[in-house]
């Protein structure tokens, strides 16, 4: 029992750390045209995917897969329009089963007038950014450390349980 709550505990509280984009694509693009950007694929019952453009909130899907097979992929895409360059950045958010991941990809459109795209070679890679994620409350370090001390403490407590157990048995 005690073993169940503190590896619940442990899931619970190291979730956190900034993991980095992986870059999918460059695109040059005209102005106004759609744009697909692709999510990371997840394997989780329940995932929702979060699209950022410029590090400002852009779009939300929340995703539930009810039957299939338990490895089975989920897929998110956006269809955007591009008014200007920047960079997409899809967030996915495993929630179900735990323990809770997360993973990003980012996409670089770069809008062009018309009469430059033949110039363009539009397969140039950006370089790797963090996702905007909160930095942990706590950190790894500390929350092994703590579940060592909590560790021990436990065995301790159920040694002495037992002393005592066995002397008020006589």
């Given amino acids: 029992m005690r073993a169940g709550v503190l590896w619940m505990l442990m899931v619970c509280l190291s979730d956190g750390k900034d993991p980095t984009c992986s870059v999918l694509t460059s695109l040059t693009v005209s102005k106004l045209s759609k744009v697909n950007v692709s999510c990371p694929s997840t394997t989780g019952r329940e995932t929702n995917y979060e699209l950022f453009f410029n590090d400002s909130s852009f779009g939300l899907i929340h995703m539930e897969k009810m039957s299939g097979p338990a490895d089975m992929l989920f897929s ?11 960079e997409f950045l899809c967030r996915s958010e495993e929630n ?12 670089e459109v770069i809008v062009a007038e018309l009469q430059f795209l033949h110039e363009i070679n539009g397969s140039a890679p950006a370089a790797n950014q963090s996702c905007p994620f ?12 703590g579940c060592g001390v909590l560790l021990v403490y436990s065995l301790s407590i159920t040694c002495i349980a037992i002393v ?3 002397n008020t048995r006589k």
């Fill in 76 to 86: 998110g895409q956006f269809e955007v329009t591009a008014n200007s360059s920047g």
């Fill in 96 to 107: 179900w089963p735990p323990p809770n991941s997360d993973d990003c990809h980012t996409t």
């Fill in 134 to 145: 909160r930095s942990p409350l706590i950190p790894e370090e500390v929350i092994w450390a």
């Fill in 164 to 166: 005592l157990w066995k």
